[in-house]
């Protein structure tokens, strides 16, 4: 079956500390997403990337960074900079290629804590 | 800036009854509008997709349409069961040249048998 596969679905962070959350999928789409999800507020963009080797800051991009240097992966780096890290991630594909009008396909998220 | 609300928060209602769920949006230059369900701890399921050009999508029970001059959209949920007890979401795809898509903040629904 195709889909987006987030790991893993629990993380903790020591303060100081990078983490890095995977997100992999296999259907083939050229646009993958990152989204931070805080109780109470809408999903916001974090990162998005429409092709391999470019990605682009989203609406939240401070503290975090990402690559791509694969279509199927699109690791995303919580780093020490980002003083409120604890919230829920989720990860999201498209087809891409500038075509607005096709649905995002989410993976099932990565819960990240502060220890 | 597109700015999407969901109202009400919260709905709780007894199984078997019918029930509709509204999303509004700022900014009509809409290229779709997607309704998402999430469960506790989880992603987000895709359930409809409206096209800009589309008045209304249908799915089994669900049905969502879109007013876009009115910058409004519905998803109506026919004899509720306990199982669609979730939080939905709408988004609003902008485009701009990459899928620019807005989210609300959702309506968590309780459907009590």
């Known amino acids: 079956d195709g889909g987006i596969t987030q790991s893993p679905k629990y993380l903790f962070r020591k303060e100081g500390q990078n983490v890095t959350l995977s997100c992999e999928q296999n259907l083939n789409h050229d646009a993958m997403y990152w989204y931070r999800q805080d109780p109470g507020q809408g999903l916001r963009l974090i990162y998005y990337?429409?092709?391999?080797?470019?990605?682009q800051k989203g609406d939240i991009a401070e503290g975090y960074s990402v690559s791509r240097e694969k279509k199927e992966s699109f690791p995303l780096t919580v780093t020490s900079a980002q003083k409120n890290p604890t919230a829920f991630y989720l990860c999201?594909?498209?087809?891409?290629?500038?075509?607005?009008?096709?649905?995002?396909?989410f993976g099932d998220g990565t819960r990240l804590s502060i220890l | 800036k597109q700015e999407v609300t969901q109202i009400p928060a919260a709905l709780s209602v007894p199984e078997g009854e019918n029930l509709v769920l509204n999303c509004s949006f700022t900014d009509s230059a809409i290229y779709n509008l997607q309704w998402f369900r999430q469960d506790p701890g989880k992603g987000l399921t895709s359930l409809l997709l409206?096209?800009?050009?589309?008045r209304e999508q249908t799915s089994g029970r669900l049905n969502a349409s879109l007013d876009k001059s009115s910058g409004r959209s519905t998803l109506y949920i026919a004899a509720s069961q306990p199982g669609d007890s979730a939080t939905y979401l709408c988004?609003?795809?902008?485009?701009?040249?990459?899928?620019?898509?807005?989210f609300g903040t959702g309506t968590k629904l309780q459907v009590i048998p």
């Open positions: 409206i096209q800009s050009s589309q």
């Open positions: 990337s429409q092709i391999v080797n470019d990605f």
């Open positions: 999201a594909s498209s087809i891409g290629g500038g075509m607005g009008n096709q649905p995002q396909h």
């Open positions: 988004a609003v795809s902008s485009g701009g040249g990459y899928q620019k898509v807005t």
